[in-house]
Nanobody
Framework: QVQLVESGGGLVQAGGSLRLSCAAS????????MGWFRQAPGKERDYVAR??????????YYADSVKGRFTIARDNAKNRLYLQMNSLKPEDTAVYYC????????????????WGQGTQVIVSS
């Protein structure tokens, strides 16, 4: 497994931006599918985005709710995962988690093996 630590959360006004980071330990970071999930109070943990190596290149995928506003990226040399969040809305308020899983991991939390502790994002209206 890989250890993950998120950072970059905070309070922002609607329409603003935040950049989340996830630092990963381990020498096999590049092999993992990396994902971002979020969980609002009283709700289930929801898929946000993932980035994975498919054999022919890096591909990123997004939940419909964030498509066009969020961008996921990874820096394998630095063992880092990022989530650039623009045009934030109050409904984006949640604890954001990064997760690592096998190349087969998709949109379900149970497909991921390792999780960070989460970072809080609050978007005020």
């Amino acid at each position: 497994q890989v250890q993950l630590v998120e950072s970059g959360g905070g309070l922002v006004q609607a329409g603003g931006s935040l950049r989340l980071s996830c630092a990963a330990s381990g020498r096999t970071f590049s092999r993992y599918t990396m994902g971002w999930f979020r969980q609002a109070p009283g709700k289930e943990r929801d898929y946000v985005a993932r980035i994975s190596w498919t054999g022919i290149g890096l591909f990123s995928y997004y939940a419909d709710s964030v498509k066009g506003r969020f961008t996921i990226a990874r820096d394998n040399a630095k063992n880092r995962l990022y989530l650039q969040m623009n045009s934030l809305k109050p409904e984006d308020t949640a604890v954001y988690y990064c997760a690592a899983g096998p190349t087969s991991a998709r949109r379900t939390p149970s497909e991921y093996d390792s999780w960070g502790q989460g970072t809080q994002v609050i978007v005020s209206s």
